[in-house]
């Protein structure tokens, strides 16, 4: 008996759900930490290089928050690994063999890379050599996209498989570890997705800059930091659009089908439209209340104004993915990459006009845009991950076959379980972050708190080179005295 047949459709829809959440409330801390690690390693060797206190200041203001923000994204995925293994053995058995050594090969490569360096990092700026503390800041940052890179290969893999063989028992056997890891796909999601990390960190470090400029335009802190953004907004945006541009070229090389629910294609044809708004109507194979640009479609898929491009009448009908989410999602991200990309031009035009720091309406408008790029990564995600759908591994896993044979009943306590605990913790760890944004940055910024660890009873341990202090009871209560 197949997992399929053993599992219900609504525990089938539970178990996405539930993935579904637990992903996309994880994937933001990832990006999050990808962007600013890269971000406070840049300030460092500015400051090294410049000796100016404002990027010293920005670097422990950042700093803070990073710490903050590096320890929810290891901990909102643990989830995870209970997730697949529980809900998802046919996926856990068929994928298995491939993708268990490439999550490895992340712990062993990134995480530990991170995890040697990020103490230094956090703590060493007053313990250790200006050289020395920059090298441990550069070799998180790098761990980052290490653990980056590992998993969009493992991801890309799942969208356009490569390299294995089917064994007796239906498992994904390797055969060619150089095609799973650089499969088609993966340089294409590899660049759109770092740039998407450190645009998103951009605008949130625009915003806060924004912010505290509003309140006091002369913060040599908050200038630094919004001039940064501002640059990073309009010099990376290009580049992601052109990037974005190649991913979907390659999506329609290797997905197709995914490409039609993108664009709301339901007819094959050259000279497709570009589907501006519409209603995907699954049923009827067409868009209701359709506004449509002849031929704009193929211009942009193909670079012809009369290129071919498939619709989804081209496949069977059981092999469509989730169109209606999928187009929606799609013109989300779309939409709010446009935004940012003009707001990007406008400060261009304001600091050629030598009023970025004085311009309060484009303050408010980059506070508005601080979350822009998180945005546009929670629909990028959903966009790719729908129209994958109806499969695991696309082509020849599906997601009906990927279940475990769980009960309903099961799932849906599980569900809440989730969902609640998530909205507790990580609901408190957000608004804490919000908070330390909230506190404006100055020059004589401090360092994360590196207070020594105290013990109730015997010797406290005290910093490298100093005294530590044994505890001695004596009447009227316990004092600490010098050790000997």
């Given at each position: 008996m ?10 089938v829809?539970?178990?996405r759900?539930?993935f579904g959440?637990?992903?996309a ?5 990832p990006?999050?930490s990808i962007?600013l690690?890269?971000y ?6 500015l ?23 590096f320890?929810?994204g ?18 856990s058995?068929?994928a ?7 999550l490895a090969w992340?712990t062993l ?6 995890a040697?360096f990020l103490?230094?990092?956090?703590f060493?700026l007053e313990?250790?050599g200006?050289k020395?503390h920059m ?7 790098i761990?980052?996209?290490?653990s980056?890179t590992w998993i969009?290969?493992a991801n890309?893999w799942?969208?356009t ?7 007796k028992n239906g498992?994904f056997?390797p ?9 088609p ?9 770092v ?11 625009g915003?806060v ?9 002369r ?5 630094l930091?919004?001039?940064?953004a501002m640059?990073?907004?309009a010099l ?5 659009i052109?990037?974005?541009d ?6 329609l090389?290797?997905?197709p089908?995914k ?20 209603l995907p109507?699954?049923?009827?194979a ?5 506004i449509?640009i002849p031929?704009i479609g ?5 670079h012809?104004l009369d290129?071919?491009v498939?619709g ?11 169109v ?5 999602a ?9 935004l940012?990309f003009?707001l990007?031009l406008v400060s261009?035009w304001?600091r050629f006009?030598r ?8 303050h408010?408008?980059a506070?508005v845009?601080?979350?822009a790029g998180f945005i546009c990564i929670?629909a990028?995600?959903?966009t790719?991950?729908t129209g994958?759908?109806?499969w695991?591994?696309?082509?020849v896993?599906?997601t009906a076959?990927?279940v475990a ?9 599980s569900?809440?379980?989730i969902?609640?605990i998530y909205?507790?913790?990580?609901g408190?760890g957000i608004?804490y972050l919000l ?6 940055p100055?020059?004589s910024?401090a360092?994360p708190?590196?207070d ?9 341990p005290?910093?490298?080179g100093g005294?530590g202090k044994r505890h001695?009871t ?6 600490g005295?010098?050790?000997?």
């Amino acid at each position: 008996m197949s997992a399929a047949a053993a599992a219900p459709a609504l525990a089938v829809l539970l178990a996405r759900g539930q993935f579904g959440f637990t992903i996309a409330f994880h994937i933001l801390f990832p990006a999050f930490s990808i962007g600013l690690a890269s971000y406070l390693a840049v300030l460092e060797v500015l400051w090294l290089i410049t000796g100016r206190e404002a990027y010293m200041a920005a670097f422990r203001y950042w700093l803070k928050i990073f710490s903050v923000g590096f320890a929810m994204g290891v901990v909102s995925g643990l989830v995870m690994a209970y997730e697949i293994g529980a809900n998802w053995s046919g996926y856990s058995f068929k994928a298995g063999p491939i993708l268990g050594p490439l999550l490895a090969w992340e712990t062993l490569t990134a995480f530990f890379l991170e995890a040697g360096f990020l103490g230094i990092m956090i703590f060493g700026l007053e313990r250790v050599g200006k050289k020395l503390h920059m090298f441990a800041t550069s070799m998180v940052a790098i761990g980052t996209l290490i653990s980056a890179t590992w998993i969009l290969m493992a991801n890309s893999w799942m969208q356009t498989p490569v390299g294995f063989a089917i064994g007796k028992n239906g498992e994904f056997v390797p055969t060619d570890w150089l095609a799973i890891c650089f499969n088609p796909s993966f340089p294409f999601r590899w660049v759109h997705m770092v740039i998407a990390a450190y645009m998103s960190v951009a605008f949130v470090v625009g915003a806060v800059g924004a912010f505290h400029l509003l309140r006091d335009r002369r913060n040599e802190v908050a200038r630094l930091m919004f001039s940064m953004a501002m640059w990073m907004a309009a010099l990376g945006m290009p580049v992601q659009i052109l990037a974005g541009d190649a991913q979907g070229r390659n999506t329609l090389e290797y997905q197709p089908a995914k490409i039609a629910a993108m664009e709301g294609d339901f007819t094959t044809q050259a000279g497709q439209p570009l589907v501006l708004f519409g209603l995907p109507n699954v049923a009827k194979a067409r868009n209701d209340y359709e506004i449509a640009i002849p031929k704009i479609g193929s211009m942009i898929l193909t670079h012809s104004l009369d290129g071919s491009v498939k619709g989804l009448d081209a496949f069977p009908k059981k092999d469509w993915p989730a169109v209606f989410v999928t187009f929606w999602a799609f013109r989300v991200m779309v939409g709010m990459g446009m935004l940012m990309f003009l707001l990007g031009l406008v400060s261009l035009w304001l600091r050629f006009r030598r009023r970025l720091f004085d311009t309060p309406l484009f303050h408010r408008a980059a506070m508005v845009m601080g979350p822009a790029g998180f945005i546009c990564i929670l629909a990028g995600w959903t966009t790719t991950e729908t129209g994958r759908q109806p499969w695991t591994v696309y082509g020849v896993l599906r997601t009906a076959d990927s279940v475990a044979p769980v009960t309903v009943h099961m799932l849906l306590f599980s569900c809440i379980l989730i969902v609640a605990i998530y909205t507790v913790v990580f609901g408190a760890g957000i608004r804490y972050l919000l908070a330390m944004m909230a506190n404006p940055p100055s020059l004589s910024e401090a360092p994360p708190a590196n207070d020594p660890p105290q013990r109730t009873q015997g010797i406290t341990p005290g910093p490298a080179g100093g005294e530590g202090k044994r505890h001695e009871t004596r009447p009227g209560g316990t004092f600490g005295v010098p050790a000997e």
